[in-house]
Every structure is written in structure tokens, then in C-alpha cells.
């Protein structure tokens, strides 16, 4: 049964041209995470909602906004992506434990996305 | 210094072969341990927790040492369908969602 669906799997999209990679998850949890993971590199966090809270990390750039109009759904904007923006795009989600952590994360599939 | 460092291998090692990889982290205040697998262009699964008191699960024992803040992954009795690439990831302890900071992972191919 998928638990984390992201859509589309496979995107191609031109220089500076907008793009929306969506997230859907069938878990109820609360926090959402968008991960950036470019070839032989590790995952990279870039932001994440707990609810509707909105954390971003410090050194995410500004072209990379995201959404969550309610528990299910979660959206990553690129408003001009750049070359070095190709990469797999991976959604996770979490709830949190009583202790306030060591919960764990299911990942989605993930969209790869090329910009040419 | 990277937060969380592997040593990218790959390690080729033959079935049935007895294999262990280790992970540093920067972060003496990482709370919670994980180990991932990801196979080629697919995404992370967990493989396993690590607790503090070593955890094992069939053929795959996790250990933590904080003292020395490495974690170990250790593969006994390797499969041909254990050949991908292992991800060790940390979390501090924090409200609000864990922030999983992942190594770049460590390739593993075992052959015939």
C-alpha cells in the first residue's frame, strides 16, 4: 500500500522555468520534509512543516519554497530552477514519539528532476 | 569537518563474506541513530535504529559508541541482494520533527 506518493516521478523542465514537484502521504503524520539528493551525495534536508509550522534550513536558497495546504499534501516550488538544481526530490514524513525524537521517517519514491 | 562522514567504499566482497562499515558524526549532541539502505535511484528505506545498547536484527547488528560518536553497521552471511549503498543518518533532539542529517553513504557490491 503506498504511504508516501510523490508526483510526478520524473520531471524535465527548462532553465528558469517554474516548476511544482507535489507530495501526498496516507500516514497522518504530522511533519513533512523535503530532501535534496544529488548524484553520489547524500540527502539534504531543505526544509520541513511540523503542521502548518514552516522550518527552513539556513542554507536553503531562496528559489526552493514549499506548501502544505493540509496533513495529506505538501508541494515544493522551484521558481527558476538552474542546472544545479537537477536532483531526486524526496518527500518524507514523520510523527513525532514521546520522547520528542528517534521517530521514524518513511521516504516517497521521489521525482527526478533534470533541468536543461 | 562534515557532520556526518562514511567512507564511500565500494566494498566488493564475495557471497557469504562478513562486512562492517562505520559512520562518524561531528555532533555530540545527535540523540537519535539510523541506518538507511538505498538501492540505485530509489529512495532510502530504514534498515535499522541504532540504540545505545547495540541492536541486532537477523544478519544485521548495529552498534553506537558515543564516547568515540561512530556508529557501526555490521552484515553477516552477505547476500547478492544486499549490494547497495548504506546511509547512516543522525538527529539532534529537537521539537518539531527530527532533522536527519545522512552521510553520503557507503557503496556495497557483493559479487559471486
Known amino acids: 500500500d503506498a504511504m508516501v506518493i510523490q508526483n510526478p516521478r520524473y520531471q524535465v523542465t527548462q532553465f528558469g522555468k517554474p516548476v511544482t514537484l507535489s507530495c501526498s502521504q496516507t500516514?497522518?503524520?504530522?511533519?513533512m520534509y523535503w530532501y535534496q539528493q544529488k548524484s553520489s551525495q547524500a540527502p539534504k534536508l531543505l526544509f520541513h512543516?511540523?503542521?502548518?509550522?514552516?522550518?527552513n534550513e539556513a542554507d536553503t536558497p531562496d528559489n526552493f519554497q514549499s506548501r502544505r495546504p493540509n496533513t495529506s499534501f505538501c508541494f515544493l516550488d522551484i521558481r527558476s530552477p538552474g542546472l544545479g538544481d537537477t536532483a531526486m526530490y524526496l518527500c518524507?514524513?514523520?510523527?513525532?514519539?514521546?520522547?520528542?525524537?528517534?521517530?521514524?521517517?518513511?521516504f516517497g519514491p521521489g521525482t527526478r528532476l533534470l533541468v536543461l | 569537518r562534515k557532520e556526518v562522514e562514511q567512507d564511500p567504499g565500494p566494498f566488493n566482497v564475495p557471497e557469504g563474506a562478513t562486512v562492517a562499515f562505520n559512520c562518524t558524526y561531528s555532533?555530540?549532541?545527535?540523540?537519535?541513530f539510523f541506518w538507511y539502505r538505498q538501492d540505485c535511484r530509489k529512495e532510502p528505506k530504514l534498515l535499522m535504529s541504532?540504540?545505545?545498547s547495540g541492536n541486532e536484527d537477523g544478519r544485521f547488528t548495529a552498534q553506537l559508541n558515543r564516547a568515540s560518536q561512530y556508529i557501526s553497521l555490521l552484515i553477516r552471511d552477505s547476500k547478492l541482494s544486499d549490494s547497495a549503498t548504506y546511509l547512516c543518518?543522525?538527529?539532534?533532539?529537537?521539537?518539531?520533527?527530527?532533522?536527519?542529517?545522512f552521510g553520503t553513504g557507503t557503496q556495497l557490491k557483493v559479487e559471486l
Open positions: 518524507a514524513t514523520s510523527t513525532p514519539g514521546l520522547a520528542g525524537g528517534g521517530e521514524t521517517q518513511y
Open positions: 500516514l497522518n503524520h504530522n511533519v
Open positions: 512543516y511540523y503542521d502548518k509550522d514552516f522550518n
Open positions: 555532533n555530540s549532541a545527535s540523540q537519535s
Open positions: 541504532v540504540y545505545s
Open positions: 543518518a543522525v538527529t539532534p533532539r529537537t521539537r518539531g520533527g527530527n532533522k536527519l542529517t
